[in-house]
Every structure is written in C-alpha cells, then in structure tokens.
C-alpha cells in the first residue's frame, strides 16, 4: 500500500513556493553575470572561482548560451 504524501501547513507550503521563485531569478541573474564576465575577457577558472560554481558548469552554461 502507497504512503499517504504528507503535506505541511500552507504557511510552510508558500515559503516553499516563493524560495523557489527566488532560486529561480537568482540562477537567472547568476547566468547573466557569467555571460557578462566572459564577454569581458574572464576566464573560466576566475568566474568559476568568483561566482563560486565548477568550471564545468561555466563552461556548459558558455556551451548551452551558442
């Protein structure tokens, strides 16, 4: 028999929402910013670095941008 999905109160359910709305701008501003710093002549170890991400994930996002 399936467990029962448990849900929290609603309080809890739309902070839960709106840090999902954020994370989203947020990831969005990240990705500009790397286009931005790679535009203007960075690296891919350096914006890596600042931005605090792996510079796998520069250079997909370099990659997925084309």
Same mark, same amino acid.
């Given at each position: 028999m399936p467990r029962r999905r448990e849900y929290p *109160? $609603? *309080?809890?359910?739309?902070?839960? #929402? $709106? !840090?999902? +709305?954020?994370?989203? +701008?947020?990831?969005? +501003?990240? #990705?500009? !910013?790397?286009?931005a710093a790679k535009d203007a002549g960075g690296s891919v170890r350096v914006i890596a670095e600042e931005a605090r991400i792996s510079t796998n994930t520069v250079q997909v996002w370099l990659k997925q941008r084309k």
């Amino acid at each position: 028999m399936p467990r029962r999905r448990e849900y929290p *109160p $609603e *309080p809890a359910l739309q902070r839960l #929402r $709106e !840090a999902g +709305e954020k994370r989203a +701008e947020a990831d969005a +501003e990240l #990705r500009a !910013a790397v286009y931005a710093a790679k535009d203007a002549g960075g690296s891919v170890r350096v914006i890596a670095e600042e931005a605090r991400i792996s510079t796998n994930t520069v250079q997909v996002w370099l990659k997925q941008r084309k």
